[in-house]
């Protein structure tokens, strides 16, 4: 039996006070070797968020393709935000297309419009006076 007047572990006292301790340790920058590693994948990653924006999902699809193609050359290590971001922009293409998909068609706008719709015959003006 134990003695429940005295705790076996003391978790408030010793090690860091709050504001020295930190979930993780600061981590330094890419080296300038992954950094220019990393150019190619950057660069396809602007590409895919240019082609969204645009809601080209075609472009999307193949610039998606490609960054991914720059992921698998690299250590898994310095592309986890990289692989959040392309799972993310799977989501948003998919989206996007069902959404265009459903979506009834539009005449582009930069075309002739056709005919204007029938405006309704304008009423007689009054002179104040009502009739009951």
Same mark, same amino acid.
């Given at each position: 039996m134990t003695n429940r007047a005295r705790p076996r572990v003391h978790l408030l006292t010793g090690g860091p006070?709050?504001?020295?301790?930190?979930?993780m340790p600061d981590q330094p920058g890419f080296t300038k070797r992954q950094k220019q590693a990393r150019k190619?994948?950057?660069?396809?990653m602007r590409r895919l968020g240019e082609a969204v924006k645009r809601r080209d999902w075609r472009a999307a699809r193949a610039a998606r393709a490609a960054a991914w193609d720059e992921v698998d050359?690299?250590?898994?290590?310095l592309t986890r935000e990289e692989r959040q971001r392309l799972w993310k922009y799977k989501? @948003?293409? +998919?989206?996007?297309?069902? &959404? /265009?998909r459903l979506r009834p068609v539009r005449?582009?706008?930069?075309?002739?419009?056709?005919p204007?719709?029938? @405006?309704? +015959?304008?009423?007689?003006? &009054? /002179?104040?006076?009502?009739?009951h």
């Open positions: 006070t709050w504001e020295v301790r930190k979930a190619p994948l950057l660069q396809a050359k690299l250590n898994p290590d989501q @948003q293409i +998919a989206a996007g297309e069902t &959404r /265009d005449p582009d706008r930069t075309t002739t419009p056709g204007a719709p029938p @405006q309704p +015959a304008p009423r007689p003006a &009054r /002179d104040g006076r009502t009739r």
